[in-house]
């Protein structure tokens, strides 16, 4: 019932940009926490960017300055532009929402994740 699908993974060259969305169903959207996380092999997943349901953003130390995330709670869908690319920005990247319960079991779903390939 609950599907989160990544979109706009690909192969670019550094310093090259793209832009990944992330469309969700199933779920009340506009009450989840979103976020992007990445992974690559033989390293932990890594939160990369996250926009709350208060519109709250937080970034990774190491995309600062070169990524955006934004939310479009009526199109239900999450966005990451990503610009000034480094091959260390290869992984798979995946979406997550978080409802972020407190008081409950908690609610969090994840994507299959879309490849995003930097390289010369």
């Known amino acids: 019932q609950v599907q989160l699908v990544e979109s706009g993974g690909g192969l670019v060259q550094p310093g090259g940009s793209l832009a990944l969305s992330c469309a969700a169903s199933g779920i009340v959207f506009a009450l989840f926490d979103m976020a992007w996380y990445r992974q690559v092999p033989g390293k932990e997943r890594e939160l990369v960017a996250k926009i709350t349901r208060r519109d709250y953003i937080t970034y990774a130390d190491s995309v600062k300055g070169r990524f955006t995330i934004s939310r479009d709670n009526d199109k239900e869908t999450m966005s990451l532009q990503m610009r000034s690319l480094r091959t260390e920005d290869t992984g798979v990247y995946y979406c997550?929402?978080?409802?972020?319960?407190?008081?409950?079991?908690?609610?969090?779903?994840w994507g299959e994740g879309t490849q995003v390939t930097v390289s010369s």
């Open positions: 997550n929402a978080d409802r972020g319960r407190t008081d409950r079991l908690p609610s969090v779903y």
